[in-house]
Each structure stands twice: as C-alpha cells, then as structure tokens.
C-alpha cells in the first residue's frame, strides 16, 4: 500500500536528520527515493509547520536546530462484531447478513 510507503518513508527522513547523516540535497532525495523538487517542498512543508529544520554546509547534513522529532505509527488490529458495531460515530451500516458472512471462518 502508498500509505505504508509515505508512513516509513517518513520515519526514515526523521531518523537521518535526527542522525546527521542526510547528505546533500540530491543524496538525500536518492535515499528516500524521491526527486530533489519533491524533497524540497516536504522540507518547505515541515519548516512550515514549525520543524526548526536546517542544512549545515561544513558537515553536508540537514539537522534540527532544537530537539524536534517526527514519528508515525500505524496500528493494525482486527476488530470484533462488537467493536464494528460501534465505529463511524456510532453509526451501524452493515446488515445482520453482511456482518454475519464477514465474521464467518
């Protein structure tokens, strides 16, 4: 899935900042398998947001100026009758039939 893709892709920018092992620019789009345009506008995005996100010259790295971190979790877990009874504010969309044929093994 594209989700799980961004999710990790996202992560491992993180943790090469946070690291001080980017590169250049160019080495570090390579890495996170995206065009040099694509990483400087997500780079933009987080300065953007308040990420205290720079480049250092002498040392070829991007780093954060403060303690500052991104991290995304995804938590999958399969869910009973009861609890998908219960999702979508409280709305119950699926039909006794429906629901019964899903749960079924």
């Given amino acids: 899935m594209q989700l799980f893709k961004y999710i990790e892709r996202i992560n491992l920018m993180d943790q090469l ?20 345009s ?3 506008r ?10 205290p996100l720079e480049y ?15 991290q995304i979790k995804v938590d999958i877990q399969q869910l ?3 609890q998908i009874r219960h999702i979508s504010a ?3 969309y699926l039909s ?6 899903f749960f079924e093994h």
């Fill in 80 to 82: 009973n009758y009861q």
């Fill in 17 to 36: 900042i946070r690291q001080g092992r980017t590169g250049t620019q160019t080495e570090f789009a390579n890495r996170l398998g995206l065009s040099v």
């Fill in 56 to 70: 250092d010259r002498s040392r070829n790295t991007y780093y954060y100026e403060e303690e500052y971190s991104i």
């Fill in 42 to 51: 997500i780079i933009e995005y987080l300065k953007g947001i308040g990420a």
């Fill in 90 to 92: 409280g709305t119950y």
């Fill in 38 to 40: 694509r990483l400087a």
């Fill in 96 to 101: 006794k039939n429906i629901s019964n044929a």
